[in-house]
Structures are given as structure tokens and as C-alpha cells.
């Protein structure tokens, strides 16, 4: 039997602000870096994770949009080991990349960081994600020229539909030099169906 799908919490970090379910809960001078807002975030909030200071700017995105997504949603941990992932962005890991390729191009200056390293892999940000909730379930990370609400609703739905997930976030995290954008969503079986890629689309524009 086809299962009701239902998005039951979104989560928007763009333009030094965030929002949750279309509402704006904190916003930021305009003129902070990307690590500057997501550090300040990061303190007002009370999160005690000393790891996130070492993570890369796209790990940390989406660990900030986790954190405030997880907290609207009130799941209960054993929910939570079980949720699925699918995320995607356009750039990857280009922004770590870059970072490490400053570390060896220089012969007489070369002091390639193994901490810097570790992060030139997109999916390391899920893992950091599922360290951080305790998350089992199955992930992948897809990388996309936009925002691609089809192949996003589809291998949701799969998760679902085959009983591998209760729950799924998805959603698209990118960042770019001084560019960052994470929308991320939380799919789940509900009584009431509320999910297509149309309805994501729509609130991926409108937000």
C-alpha cells in the first residue's frame, strides 16, 4: 500500500538569516563572513559541540540547519537513528578544495593539512550530521548543476515507500566562497499527504 507522505519542517540559511517553516527566527548584519554569522549563530544558540570549530564552512551549514530542523521537529532518538539522508548541492566540496590546493602549491612552502584534507568530500558534511544526531540510516549526496526537487521527492519517497526510513532530510547545501544557501527539509509516512516536488519546489522559491 502507498504510503501518505507528508514535509513536516523545513529549515532556510541564506543572506545572514534563518528561517523555519517560512518564519524568520534569526538574522544577521549583512557584512559578516559566512564563519563569522555561523559562529555567532552557533554560541547564541548554547550548542555544545567543540567539534564544529573544526569543520569546513559546508559542514557546518549543515549542521546549523540540522540543529534548528531537528529542534522544530522534537523527534525522539530512536526516530532519529533511523532517518535517512539525501542532500545535494552544485559545488560540492569546491570550497574545502580550494583551501586544501592553497596548502600545496607552493614547493617551498608546502604544508598540506591533513584537518583541512578530510573535509574535500561533500559527504563528509552528512557524516558530520549523523555523528552529531546519532543518525544510522541510509545517505547520498548528489551533485547538480540547481536545485533538482525531482530527484530530491524520488529517492525520498524510495527510502519511504520501502520501509528503509520512517523519516528523511533532505535537501541542497552549498558554498562558495563568500555564496552559502542550505534548504532542508524533513519527510515523513503521515496520515495526511502534503509531498511532491511541486510543494517542494514552491517552498523552495518562496523561501
Known sequence: MKKNLNTIAYCRIKNHSISINGKEVITKDSQLTFPEFAKLVYKEKDITYPKFFKMDNLSKLGFLASEFLFEN?????????????VLSNKSAS????RKYQETINDKDNYFPSPAVFVYTLANIMIGEISIRHQIKGENVFFVSDKFNETLLEQYASSLIQNEKSSHVLCGWVDVDNDKYDAFMYLVAEE??????????KKIYKEN
Open 73 to 85: 521537529a522534537e523527534l525522539n532518538q530512536t526516530t532519529k537513528e533511523n532517518i535517512g539522508i
Open 191 to 200: 496520515e495526511s499527504e502534503n509531498y511532491s516536488k511541486e510543494i517542494i
Open 94 to 97: 569546491l570550497d574545502t578544495d
